[in-house]
């Protein structure tokens, strides 16, 4: 119990830090990700089709503490990636409203959240729900192919639901990574995602190539300066989000401005 705290303390509840504050050293191009890593092979044929008839776009999250407001570690909820995502859609799609339901919960399993679909889920009616998952999985040590198969019955109810899926790894933290292995969970994820044929946001990935690159760092002392850079963080996740929302939307069959597979 004491480690599942710890890990909760150290990798979800405010300790993504970076270099600097966000408002110092310009030069540094914090959203800068190899290309590889906010690929968009699947379509998003729900939000294309709203897009298309300028309808609003309903944006439903599933999630642990990392994906919810104050929990994420930032100065304040509006912050979080999921809330700068709805603002990040709201500016390039601003003849319709982009809105944001958060069902994010702390300790939340992939099981607890496809259990949860029928009932929470699919009565909002969302346009995309963006499903994040594999955390506490990983600090619980649990079995990865029960992940796989609590994930791939979720698609298959939101499916039927009309909604188009955007899968999202754990996060990374080196201090957290030192005690629990989420490789093989965030490995696992994408194999999910190819065999669905759904999107799946390489967080885990892109975060550990910014402390890789140095351009992010964990070890600032500053509680103050690691909130700051915790809005960094996430406000470079909810834009690179946004990236692959409007490439993938474009790419659905009969989309405006379809463009090929990558």
């Not at 050293?25 to 008839?53: F, H, Q, T, Y």
Request: aromatic share 6%; with cysteine.
């Amino acid at each position: 119990m004491r480690l599942f705290i710890a890990i909760w303390t150290l990798g979800f509840v405010g300790l993504i830090t970076a270099d600097r504050a966000p408002a110092s050293d310009p030069g540094i191009d914090w959203c800068r990700v190899p290309e590889n890593l906010v690929r968009a092979d699947s379509p998003l044929p729900r939000v294309a089709e709203a897009i298309e008839k300028n309808q609003p776009i309903k944006i439903v999250v599933l999630g642990t503490m990392s994906s919810t407001g104050m929990g994420a570690g930032v100065t304040a909820a509006f912050r979080s990636y999921p809330e700068r995502l709805r603002e990040e859609l709201n500016r390039r799609y601003s003849h319709m409203p982009v809105t944001l339901v958060n069902l994010a919960q702390r300790g939340w399993t992939a099981v607890d959240m496809a259990a949860a679909i029928e009932a929470k889920v699919i009565p909002l009616k969302p346009t995309v729900v963006i499903w994040q998952t594999g955390s506490v999985e990983a600090v619980r040590g649990l079995d990865v192919n029960l992940m796989g198969e609590a994930i791939g019955a979720g698609i298959v109810k939101l499916r039927e639901g009309h909604s188009d899926v955007i899968l999202i790894e754990p996060q990374y933290n080196p201090r957290a990574a030192a005690m629990i292995n989420f490789e093989p969970y965030a490995e696992y994820m994408q194999r999910i995602a190819d065999s669905w044929d759904v999107i799946l946001f390489n967080r885990h990935d892109i975060m550990k190539y910014w402390v890789e690159e140095g351009i992010a760092k964990f070890d600032d002392p500053s509680r103050a300066l690691q909130r700051l850079n915790a809005d960094q963080v996430h406000d470079c996740l909810g834009q690179l989000l946004a990236d692959i929302v409007e490439r993938a939307a474009r790419r659905a069959p009969g989309a405006a401005g379809e463009t090929s597979p990558r």
